[in-house]
């Protein structure tokens, strides 16, 4: 049987770097695999072949749930990675039209009824598709291909210099400016200000911003772009902390990858990861509390002995549950349990 991976437009990072991912993994234990990024290429795909389809996110999209209509039309067996946490639909107060998404968030969760299978990234997740009748719901998380110990010194040193940074205390935020709400890029700018008010020559890394964009001209900011893996990487390597301000995160990337590298993480409690960050891999902070944050940055930055602990625990909880070939073993046991790959 072969795999149909759906994710509509496959754009960078988020949700893509997971499918890609998973597709690699899939690769490499003889699954043949396909990705299809719009209902045409699942149309074409599908016509005739026995094929498993794989359906990523619920969001409003006519190749998501097209995709998923196709495939019960022809008898397919489906499987659905909704990347959607229960805290989701109390996310969007202040987006003014787009409070529409309240209702599609009280409706579109039920199409899981249709799923052979249902992903989710926490067992929060899939608490949820269980009690909406989901036949059958796995908790398989995010994951990393490796781990790596935090960086010696030198390598260290070698790394901020790539990014024009010296010894300053440095903060990542991993972001695009076109999401910025969700990601809480306003309230970023706030915490960032309140610490360096703290500690006048903290620096912003910022990935996913050209030099141009608005948060870019912040006062200590540095924008890095949308960067490939290798960077990526040494970006974890350079920094202090990653900050995550989003007012809602179904499927927190960063986090675990932040913690692959031994970086600590300093997020809100919107973050679906949150239980497992607080007081163990970083600090939660309630999303808006930007003294909150500042503080907890702070106390990272100036405490290395605390932020190498936490760093450290964040590596294990990633070798214990977020690692790529535990993921791709278990994305297989289901696809054999529910079309007999």
Not at 113 to 125: F, N, P, Q, W, Y
Not at 291 to 297: D, E, H, S, V
Not at 318 to 331: I, K, P, S, Y
Request: aromatic share 6%.
């Amino acid at each position: 049987m072969k795999i149909l991976l759906v994710y509509a437009g496959l754009s960078p990072g988020g949700i893509t770097a997971d499918l890609r991912n998973l597709e690699h993994g899939l690769h490499s234990h003889g699954v043949e695999v396909a990705v299809a990024g719009s209902l045409g290429e699942v149309r074409r795909y599908t016509r005739g072949r026995d094929a498993l389809v794989h359906v990523f996110s619920c969001l409003p999209s006519a190749t998501t749930f097209g995709a998923m209509a196709l495939a019960k039309s022809r008898h397919l067996p489906l499987v659905w990675t909704p990347v959607f946490h229960p805290s989701r639909p109390g996310s969007w107060a202040g987006y003014g039209p787009l409070r529409i998404m309240e209702v599609f968030d009280r409706i579109a969760p039920r199409a899981a009824r249709l799923a052979d299978g249902v992903i989710a990234a926490t067992e929060a997740e899939a608490e949820l598709f269980r009690r909406i009748g989901a036949r059958h719901t796995e908790t398989i998380a995010p994951a990393v291909e490796k781990t790596t110990a935090w960086l010696a010194e030198r390598e260290r040193a070698r790394a901020r210099a790539d990014f024009g940074l010296r010894d300053e205390p440095t903060v990542l935020l991993v972001a695009r400016p076109d999401n910025s709400r969700r990601k809480g890029l306003p309230f970023a700018r706030a915490a960032f200000r309140a610490l360096r008010s703290r500690l006048p020559d903290s620096r912003l890394l910022l990935l996913g911003h050209q030099p141009g964009d608005d948060l870019a001209l912040e006062t200590g900011a540095l924008a890095a772009g949308w960067c490939g893996p290798e960077r990526v990487a040494q970006a974890y390597g350079a920094a202090d902390v990653l900050m995550v301000c989003s007012i809602y995160e179904g499927l927190p990337r960063a986090v675990v990858e932040a913690w692959s590298h031994e970086l600590p993480v300093a997020v809100t409690d919107r973050v679906a990861l949150a239980p497992l960050v607080r007081g163990r891999a970083g600090a939660v902070v309630p999303f808006g509390d930007v003294p909150g944050m500042a503080g907890a940055l702070e106390t990272i930055l100036t405490d290395g002995r605390l932020a190498r602990q936490y760093g450290a625990a964040g590596r294990a909880l990633v070798e214990d549950r977020f690692l790529l070939a535990d993921h791709v073993r278990r994305t297989i046991a289901l696809y054999s349990t529910v079309g007999g790959l």
